[in-house]
Protein backbone atom coordinates (compact mmCIF):
# COMPACT_ATOMS: atom_id res chain seq x y z
CA UNK A 1 0.00 0.00 0.00
CA UNK A 2 1.02 3.51 -0.88
CA UNK A 3 0.62 6.50 1.14
CA UNK A 4 2.04 9.18 -0.66
CA UNK A 5 4.58 10.10 -3.27
CA UNK A 6 7.30 12.92 -3.24
CA UNK A 7 9.07 14.11 -6.48
CA UNK A 8 11.67 11.67 -6.24
CA UNK A 9 10.52 9.29 -3.52
CA UNK A 10 7.69 6.71 -2.89
CA UNK A 11 6.10 6.29 0.91
CA UNK A 12 4.34 2.82 1.59
CA UNK A 13 4.52 -0.32 3.79
CA UNK A 14 7.34 -2.20 4.16
CA UNK A 15 7.51 -5.32 2.14
CA UNK A 16 9.71 -8.52 2.67
CA UNK A 17 12.21 -7.34 -0.41
CA UNK A 18 12.85 -4.29 1.86
CA UNK A 19 14.95 -7.02 4.28
CA UNK A 20 18.43 -6.25 2.87
CA UNK A 21 17.76 -2.62 2.73
CA UNK A 22 16.57 -2.17 5.97
CA UNK A 23 19.58 -4.50 7.92
CA UNK A 24 22.26 -2.06 5.73
CA UNK A 25 21.69 0.50 8.12
CA UNK A 26 19.91 -0.95 11.24
CA UNK A 27 23.04 -3.19 11.29
CA UNK A 28 25.00 -0.09 12.87
CA UNK A 29 22.08 2.58 14.01
CA UNK A 30 23.79 5.43 13.57
CA UNK A 31 22.00 7.37 16.73
CA UNK A 32 21.25 6.01 20.15
CA UNK A 33 17.75 6.24 19.98
CA UNK A 34 17.70 3.42 17.59
CA UNK A 35 20.38 0.81 19.11
CA UNK A 36 16.75 -1.21 20.23
CA UNK A 37 16.31 -1.74 16.57
CA UNK A 38 19.74 -2.62 16.01
CA UNK A 39 19.83 -5.79 13.69
CA UNK A 40 22.01 -9.03 13.77
CA UNK A 41 21.46 -10.68 10.66
CA UNK A 42 19.45 -10.50 7.87
CA UNK A 43 16.83 -13.10 9.03
CA UNK A 44 16.04 -10.26 11.86
CA UNK A 45 15.98 -8.06 9.09
CA UNK A 46 13.20 -10.22 7.49
CA UNK A 47 11.32 -10.68 10.66
CA UNK A 48 11.36 -6.79 11.55
CA UNK A 49 10.44 -6.25 7.50
CA UNK A 50 7.28 -8.39 8.29
CA UNK A 51 6.30 -6.73 11.36
CA UNK A 52 6.66 -3.45 10.14
CA UNK A 53 4.83 -4.33 7.42
CA UNK A 54 1.80 -4.36 9.47
CA UNK A 55 2.73 -1.58 12.05
CA UNK A 56 0.19 1.03 10.69
CA UNK A 57 2.58 3.90 11.81
CA UNK A 58 5.67 2.53 9.83
CA UNK A 59 6.64 4.13 6.38
CA UNK A 60 8.81 2.75 4.56
CA UNK A 61 11.21 5.66 2.41
CA UNK A 62 11.57 4.50 -1.11
CA UNK A 63 13.24 5.55 -4.49
CA UNK A 64 11.12 6.08 -7.04
CA UNK A 65 13.67 5.41 -9.71
CA UNK A 66 14.83 1.72 -8.67
CA UNK A 67 12.11 1.38 -5.57
CA UNK A 68 15.22 0.84 -2.96
CA UNK A 69 14.51 1.53 0.73
CA UNK A 70 16.44 4.13 1.57
CA UNK A 71 14.92 5.08 5.50
CA UNK A 72 11.97 5.04 7.35
CA UNK A 73 9.48 7.49 9.13
CA UNK A 74 6.91 6.82 11.90
CA UNK A 75 3.95 8.63 12.97
CA UNK A 76 2.26 7.70 16.49
CA UNK A 77 -1.13 9.19 17.02
CA UNK A 78 -1.73 9.86 20.32
CA UNK A 79 -5.14 9.24 22.39
CA UNK A 80 -7.07 12.08 20.65
CA UNK A 81 -5.69 11.17 17.17
CA UNK A 82 -5.32 14.82 16.44
CA UNK A 83 -1.83 14.92 17.62
CA UNK A 84 0.80 12.66 16.03
CA UNK A 85 4.60 11.82 17.25
CA UNK A 86 6.94 11.44 14.22
CA UNK A 87 10.49 10.24 13.98
CA UNK A 88 12.67 9.17 10.94
CA UNK A 89 15.88 6.61 10.51
CA UNK A 90 17.58 7.15 7.13
CA UNK A 91 20.79 4.85 5.66
CA UNK A 92 23.47 7.35 5.72
CA UNK A 93 24.85 6.34 2.12
CA UNK A 94 21.58 8.32 1.15
CA UNK A 95 22.72 11.61 3.24
CA UNK A 96 22.94 15.07 2.21
CA UNK A 97 20.82 14.59 -0.76
CA UNK A 98 17.47 15.90 0.52
CA UNK A 99 15.81 13.03 0.62
CA UNK A 100 15.17 13.13 4.57
CA UNK A 101 13.37 16.54 4.29
CA UNK A 102 11.57 15.67 1.24
CA UNK A 103 10.04 12.47 2.88
CA UNK A 104 9.45 14.26 6.59
CA UNK A 105 7.85 17.25 4.37
CA UNK A 106 5.50 14.60 2.64
CA UNK A 107 4.57 13.05 5.65
CA UNK A 108 3.49 16.32 7.48
CA UNK A 109 1.47 16.63 4.31
CA UNK A 110 0.56 13.76 4.60
CA UNK A 111 -0.77 13.93 8.36
CA UNK A 112 -2.29 17.76 8.55
CA UNK A 113 -4.55 17.04 5.19
CA UNK A 114 -5.16 13.49 4.93
CA UNK A 115 -5.55 12.66 8.76
CA UNK A 116 -6.81 15.75 10.09
CA UNK A 117 -3.97 16.32 12.31
CA UNK A 118 -3.68 19.32 14.73
CA UNK A 119 0.09 18.94 16.18
CA UNK A 120 3.02 17.25 15.38
CA UNK A 121 5.97 16.68 17.70
CA UNK A 122 9.03 14.55 17.83
CA UNK A 123 11.94 13.93 20.24
CA UNK A 124 15.37 14.52 19.04
CA UNK A 125 18.60 13.90 21.20
CA UNK A 126 20.66 17.11 22.16
CA UNK A 127 23.79 15.41 20.08
CA UNK A 128 21.92 14.79 16.73
CA UNK A 129 22.39 17.52 14.71
CA UNK A 130 21.32 16.43 11.36
CA UNK A 131 17.40 15.93 13.20
CA UNK A 132 17.78 19.35 15.08
CA UNK A 133 18.34 21.02 11.71
CA UNK A 134 15.51 18.96 9.72
CA UNK A 135 13.44 20.04 12.31
CA UNK A 136 14.18 23.55 12.04
CA UNK A 137 13.82 23.62 7.93
CA UNK A 138 10.39 22.20 8.71
CA UNK A 139 9.27 25.05 10.73
CA UNK A 140 9.51 23.09 13.80
CA UNK A 141 10.08 25.05 17.43
CA UNK A 142 11.76 23.46 20.50
CA UNK A 143 9.19 23.31 23.11
CA UNK A 144 11.67 22.08 25.81
CA UNK A 145 14.64 20.14 26.31
CA UNK A 146 14.39 17.63 28.99
CA UNK A 147 17.90 16.90 31.14
CA UNK A 148 19.18 13.17 31.39
CA UNK A 149 15.82 12.32 30.19
CA UNK A 150 16.28 8.83 28.61
CA UNK A 151 19.12 5.90 28.28
CA UNK A 152 19.64 4.18 25.28
CA UNK A 153 23.00 2.81 25.94
CA UNK A 154 25.82 2.35 28.52
CA UNK A 155 28.58 4.16 29.48
CA UNK A 156 31.91 1.77 29.67
CA UNK A 157 31.58 1.25 33.57
CA UNK A 158 27.98 -0.72 32.51
CA UNK A 159 26.17 2.26 34.18
CA UNK A 160 23.69 3.92 31.66
CA UNK A 161 24.09 7.06 29.60
CA UNK A 162 21.09 8.88 30.20
CA UNK A 163 21.08 12.14 27.00
CA UNK A 164 19.09 15.29 26.84
CA UNK A 165 16.68 15.08 24.64
CA UNK A 166 14.65 17.96 22.72
CA UNK A 167 10.90 18.39 22.17
CA UNK A 168 10.17 19.92 18.85
CA UNK A 169 6.58 20.81 17.46
CA UNK A 170 4.32 22.18 14.73
CA UNK A 171 0.75 23.22 14.78
CA UNK A 172 -0.83 22.84 11.21
CA UNK A 173 -1.82 26.49 11.59
CA UNK A 174 1.97 26.95 11.49
CA UNK A 175 2.60 24.45 8.86
CA UNK A 176 -0.05 26.34 6.70
CA UNK A 177 1.91 29.70 7.25
CA UNK A 178 4.96 28.15 5.88
Known sequence: MEFFRTERLIIRRFEKEDAPDLF????????NC????KLSDLGE???ETE???????QFAVCLKENGSLIGNLFAYPERDSD???VGWNFNSKFGGQGFASEAAKGLFDYLFEEKNTRRIYCYVEEDNLPSQK???RL???QEGLFLDYVSFVKNDDGSLRYENTMQLAI???EWERK
Open 51 to 57: KKSWDSS
Open 45 to 47: ALA
Open 24 to 31: DYFEEPRV
Open 34 to 37: FMDE
Open 171 to 173: LKR
Open 83 to 85: TYG
Open 139 to 141: GMR
Open 134 to 136: LCK
